[in-house]
């Protein structure tokens, strides 16, 4: 019986001791990020926090997105893996890692910060009723407050301090974390294009992280009563990771010599600004479903429980999707996968506008495998075909901007003032209407640019040598282009 190539190349991927890294590094970071992620809010509102300062902190983040990783795109292009200086004879030499280095403390400060949010106070305070009036108490200090059925109040000068302490630390967390994911996502994209390694395969094991984590946070809150222990392991699994990071290295990938050029030169071309356009309309519901679809789901009556399995449901599928998707790309291409994640989430959004009983989110959240998981790993690929090898982390780095950190701030702000204006439901209606508009849009304008280009899509192609600095452009058939990390535009003329 023959065994099918792509059965006999996971194989090989599998059982390949250079990629144990990165499959580690992988189940380690998002493990550690996911297993806070839906319990955020959650959390937020635990402490007081009120709807509205939910949706500044997360506009505040997205805010922080905006400038961080652009800015750690550009350095790591620029120092590549070498801190380049010459020897007394003038040869050129190299002192290896020093991106990674600096990476290695920024994922370990990254776990220090997790575990500061079991410090951030409570503004919640316990109420006893008498026959006369709600007296509270708050360390020493006896004030009147508006009791809730919980048997607790908010104290309004006490959650003036709760909300810039949880500001500070949740920011600075976000933008740590955020440089620490995106350096490690930018190494795997050039291992991707540099060698050839299926950045489906090695996503594969960081959903296999979301699975477990997803499923964890929820039980943990639940048998803890609180979220101090949830913090406790997402920050060791950070410092596992701070350790993975030193084995990981770009030997092959010197600095970038013309980067701003560079940059400027691929950014114009027609499908690149169509990639980025459907990416920000991608932010936006993105942006607004991570703010506050848990809450909402929260106040339908879901359990800690269920909102943890909202990400365990969908996992699986999207474990099984991330596998097949440099399949799904070598015979679709990027952009339909692209405008099917695009339609997956007006669909989602629909459904969630639909919603009574709150375990009903668990068929909705199968889509999100499709809305997130393949549209996020199909553009990753796209960027390893579109981009060359030096300004791969750079563009990386725009990616991030633009889906999170751009995208997710529009979502964030505009949802939470329509959401003010008329509510949850029709919020999600309104933007499913969106996402429905913008998938249709892009398929038009991406087919009608093949149509013009007589079925064929310039992609930049790399240098001749993955350590050289040159570029050139040539234009590939979109039979070719469809496939990815496989394109043969990104690999080695004369081989």
């Known amino acids: 019986m023959k065994v099918p190539s792509d059965v006999k190349r996971f194989i090989r991927d599998l059982f390949n001791p250079k990629l144990m890294v990165i499959k580690a590094l992988y189940f380690c970071l998002l493990a550690g990020v996911v297993l806070l992620w839906p319990q955020f809010t959650i959390h937020q509102q635990h402490l007081g926090l009120t709807t509205y300062q939910t949706g500044v902190v997360s506009a505040a983040m997205a805010s922080v997105a905006i400038i961080v990783p652009i800015l750690a795109g550009l350095v790591g292009d620029k120092l590549g893996d070498y801190k380049v200086w010459r020897d007394g004879k003038g040869t050129r030499l190299g002192v290896g890692g020093v991106v990674w280095k600096c990476h290695c403390v920024i994922t370990l400060l990254t776990g220090v910060l997790a575990c500061l949010f079991t410090i951030v106070p409570s503004a919640r305070i316990t109420t006893t009723p008498t026959n006369i009036t709600t007296v509270t108490t708050y360390n020493v200090t006896s004030t009147t407050a508006t009791t809730v059925a919980s048997g607790t109040s908010v104290d309004p000068e006490a959650l003036s301090v709760t909300f810039m302490v949880y500001l500070v630390v949740r920011v600075t967390y976000g933008a740590l974390q955020t440089v620490s994911y995106m350096l490690f996502e930018a190494a795997v994209m050039a291992h991707s294009q540099n060698d050839g390694v299926d950045y489906g395969f090695q996503r594969a094991w960081g959903t296999l992280g979301v699975i477990i984590s997803s499923y964890l946070s929820g039980q943990l809150v639940q048998a803890t009563g ?113 405008m099917l994640g695009i339609f997956a989430h007006s669909v989602r959004l629909v459904g969630f506008s639909l919603l009574e009983d709150p375990w009903w989110v668990l068929p909705l959240e199968v889509l999100e495998s499709v809305a997130n998981g393949v549209l996020a790993t ?109 394109n043969p535009a990104c690999i080695e003329h004369g081989s």
Request: glycine residues 8%.
């Open 378 to 486: 199909a553009a990753v690929m796209y960027c390893t075909a579109l981009f060359t090898l030096q300004t791969l982390a750079s563009f990386k780095g725009i990616h991030a901007v633009v889906y999170i950190g751009v995208g997710q701030l529009l979502g964030a702000m505009v949802g939470a003032e329509v959401r003010e204006a008329v509510g949850d439901v029709i919020t999600f209606r309104v933007l499913a209407g969106v996402a429905l508009a913008t998938s249709i849009t892009y398929c038009c304008a991406f087919y009608t640019l093949v149509r013009c280009r007589s079925g064929s899509i310039t992609t930049i192609i790399p240098a001749d040598k993955p350590t050289s600095n040159t570029n050139s452009s040539k234009s590939v058939p979109s039979s070719q282009e469809k496939t990815g990390i496989d």
């Open 226 to 338: 609180g979220f101090s222990l949830l913090f406790y392991v997402s920050a060791g699994l950070q410092m596992v990771s701070a350790g993975l990071v030193l084995l990981l290295g770009l030997e092959f990938k010197l600095p970038a010599q013309r980067l701003t050029r560079d940059i400027i030169t691929q950014i114009l071309r027609a499908e690149v600004i169509m990639f980025f356009a459907a990416m920000l309309a991608s932010g936006v519901f993105f942006g607004y479903l991570e703010t506050f679809m848990y809450r909402y789901l929260f106040s339908l009556g879901a359990s800690p429980v269920l909102i943890g399995l909202t990400v365990t449901v969908g996992a699986p599928f999207e474990l099984v999707l991330t596998l097949l998707t440099s399949f799904l790309v070598r015979h679709l291409g990027h952009a339909p996968l692209i």
